[in-house]
């Protein structure tokens, strides 16, 4: 299967999360992208060095901007079940805008192709890190990075494509 590319539309999937209220919810990607622009990026793991202390910061940090630009919404996900994603969230309690998003079977990453097998490390199979912009579910930006780099798929990669 060939990964996601710019011009395609995103697949849909079913995502989990905890709402304002603490209550577990289940969505899919096309409810919560549907007719609006939005950033999806996803992560290896939750609680990850590069993750927690780059990635992550640097959309919650540009957020504002983000959405005067109008983005609609921030997706952040990661083959993590509901309640790990729940704990590292909390991790970022100046978080107003990020979503964050388990994909607890990695059936949406594997629908984007976007899977790393990092097995030989102990963690199973997790998500490339990558940073789409999608408008009414159509990429218009893929940053997709190759094995463990930070390099293209950060906050500012994607302002500079707005």
């Known amino acids: 299967m060939s990964p996601i590319a710019v011009g ?18 289940s969505a899919s990607v096309h409810s919560l992208a549907k007719g609006k622009k939005v950033i999806i990026f996803a992560v290896p793991g939750a609680f990850t060095p590069t993750c927690s202390t780059k990635h ?13 630009k109008g983005v609609e919404e921030i997706l952040c996900v990661s083959v993590n079940d509901p309640f790990v ?54 990429v218009k930006v893929a940053n997709v990075e190759s094995g463990g780099e930070f390099t293209v798929s950060g906050a500012d990669e994607i302002l500079k494509a707005l």
Do not use: C
Request: charged share 30%; no cysteine.
């Open 85 to 138: 994603m729940k704990a590292w969230a909390k991790t970022f309690p100046e978080n107003k805008h990020v979503k964050f998003l388990a994909d607890g079977a990695g059936k949406y990453t594997h629908a984007l192709g976007l899977e790393l097998d990092l097995s030989e490390k102990g963690l199973g199979v997790r998500s490339r890190r990558y940073a789409l912009l999608v408008d009414d579910l159509k």
């Open 8 to 25: 395609d539309v995103i697949p849909d999937g079913t995502v989990s999360y905890f709402d304002e209220q603490d209550q577990l919810q």
């Open 56 to 68: 992550v910061p640097g959309f919650i940090e540009k957020a504002d901007l983000l959405k005067s």
